[in-house]
């Protein structure tokens, strides 16, 4: 097991315990500390199974969303998308934010697509001790990626940045990616072992990607064409209606969110 993981756990949770002890059972909002070390103990058990070097990290399903699927999410999408739920990532990256408050057409179908995948794949490699209604929707994303879009973490502009970058989602517990369009050259998607070994992965049209969030990934450059893949991050956190990726909050209300960050550190 990894001393870090152990130590910051740790360290939440008595937070979680000192937190409890130190509110008003009658304050709204206010988990008791039986909920929070729940909590807690469900990250730590998402968290600690990365520790075996022989586990697979990433398992994909082949054509796992039609044709026709993959239409429609592409159509609701281009209807949802506005100004208030749209980022840019240079010139190259556009994301929008499909879970911004909960009101994207298809909302419910793809948190269903994404639920099964991420069951699927945890049944057959048993990363986790959790049951897939302990999780939910932290963030679900359409990426559409033109020439010279890349994804990963560089301190270069963007422009400059390598070839083969990657990095992780964290405080997520499982992450699976759609590929909705492959009329693009480059952009192959990637993961890095924890000896530095980077491995490619065949990503076709209607291919799911299933892979533990904190599994460092990450897309090289796009040469040509356009990339639209349909990301979705599952944690033990609750649903998120944000328009943006969900961050830790009040400690006394996601205490497990709070244990996640702290991972990081």
Same mark, same amino acid.
């Given at each position: 097991?990894?001393?870090?993981?152990?130590?910051?756990?740790?360290?939440?949770?008595?937070?979680?315990?000192?937190?409890?002890?130190?509110?008003?059972?009658?304050?709204?909002?206010?988990?008791?500390?039986?909920?929070?070390?729940?909590?807690?103990?469900?990250?730590?058990?998402?968290?600690?199974?990365?520790?075996?070097?022989?586990?697979?990290?990433?398992?994909?399903?082949?054509?796992?969303?039609?044709?026709?699927?993959?239409?429609?999410?592409?159509?609701?999408?281009?209807?949802?998308?506005?100004?208030?739920?749209?980022?840019?990532?240079?010139?190259?990256?556009?994301?929008?934010?499909?879970?911004?408050? /909960?009101?994207?057409? @298809?909302?419910?179908?793809?948190?269903?697509? *994404? =639920?099964?995948?991420?069951?699927? #794949?945890? &049944?057959?490699?048993?990363?986790?001790?959790?049951?897939?209604?302990?999780?939910?929707?932290?963030?679900?994303?359409?990426?559409?990626?033109?020439?010279?879009?890349?994804?990963?973490?560089?301190?270069?502009?963007?422009?400059?940045?390598?070839?083969?970058?990657?990095?992780?989602?964290?405080?997520?517990?499982?992450?699976?990616?759609?590929?909705?369009?492959?009329?693009?050259?480059?952009?192959?998607?990637?993961?890095?072992?924890?000896? /530095?070994?980077?491995? @490619?992965?065949?990503?076709?049209?209607?291919? *799911? =990607?299933?892979?533990?969030?904190? #599994?460092? &990934?990450?897309?090289?450059?796009?040469?040509?064409?356009?990339?639209?893949?349909?990301?979705?991050?599952?944690?033990?956190?609750?649903?998120?209606?944000?328009?943006?990726?969900?961050?830790?909050?009040?400690?006394?209300?996601?205490?497990?969110?709070?244990?996640?960050?702290?991972?990081?550190?």
């Amino acid at each position: 097991m990894d001393t870090r993981v152990t130590k910051w756990t740790l360290i939440a949770l008595l937070h979680c315990f000192l937190t409890a002890a130190s509110e008003s059972p009658l304050q709204e909002g206010v988990r008791d500390r039986n909920n929070c070390s729940k909590d807690v103990l469900l990250q730590l058990a998402s968290t600690t199974v990365l520790q075996s070097p022989h586990m697979p990290s990433l398992h994909r399903i082949p054509s796992y969303v039609s044709s026709h699927m993959i239409r429609s999410i592409l159509s609701a999408s281009e209807e949802f998308e506005s100004d208030q739920n749209t980022r840019w990532r240079g010139h190259a990256w556009k994301t929008v934010h499909l879970h911004a408050g /909960g009101h994207f057409s @298809l909302l419910q179908m793809v948190r269903a697509l *994404a =639920l099964q995948a991420a069951a699927n #794949a945890n &049944h057959i490699h048993s990363w986790f001790p959790l049951t897939m209604q302990q999780l939910s929707v932290r963030t679900m994303e359409l990426h559409t990626v033109s020439a010279g879009g890349h994804l990963g973490a560089s301190i270069l502009p963007f422009a400059q940045a390598p070839v083969i970058e990657h990095h992780f989602d964290a405080g997520s517990t499982l992450t699976v990616d759609f590929m909705l369009a492959r009329n693009f050259s480059g952009g192959n998607f990637h993961t890095v072992s924890k000896s /530095g070994r980077t491995t @490619l992965w065949d990503f076709e049209l209607g291919d *799911a =990607l299933v892979f533990i969030s904190e #599994a460092y &990934h990450g897309v090289q450059r796009v040469q040509g064409g356009s990339r639209q893949t349909l990301v979705v991050e599952l944690w033990t956190g609750e649903e998120c209606t944000e328009s943006g990726r969900c961050m830790p909050g009040d400690a006394t209300r996601d205490c497990h969110v709070h244990a996640a960050t702290m991972l990081q550190i």
